[in-house]
């Protein structure tokens, strides 16, 4: 897994939250044994598709293709909790998930 951190150009108006996102988030909580950057991933894109945070889901379904989750297991892990986070949710997180599969196959 590629080191993640916050978008440097948000240190301009916020400093400390991407302060606290690379070196706790990030460089902590990210890097714990206890769970793979697979398993942290599956698990981040769920609960941001289930709580629809679009605007971060985008971002993280980029960094569980590359934490070594398919399309087709995330496909079916958004699949899954329509049935508990919403049809709206699942619809909006597929969505997301077909355009960065898309790009990704044009490269």
Do not use: C
């Not at 108006?13 to 996102?21: G, N």
């Not at 909790?81 to 599969?101: D, V």
Request: net charge negative; aromatic share 6%; charged share 20%.
């Amino acid at each position: 897994m590629a080191k993640q951190s916050a978008p440097q150009e948000l240190a301009a108006i916020a400093p400390k939250l991407v302060e606290v996102t690379n070196e706790i988030l990030f460089g902590d909580v990210w890097e714990r044994p206890q769970l793979s950057p697979r398993d942290r991933s599956l698990v981040t894109v769920s609960v941001l598709a289930a709580l629809y945070h679009a605007e971060q889901l985008g971002y993280h379904l980029g960094v569980a293709l590359d934490n070594g989750l398919s399309v087709e297991e995330l496909s079916e892990a958004i699949t899954h909790l329509a049935f508990y986070a919403g049809w709206p949710n699942a619809m909006t997180a597929i969505n997301q998930l077909r355009k960065i599969a898309d790009e990704r196959d044009a490269s």
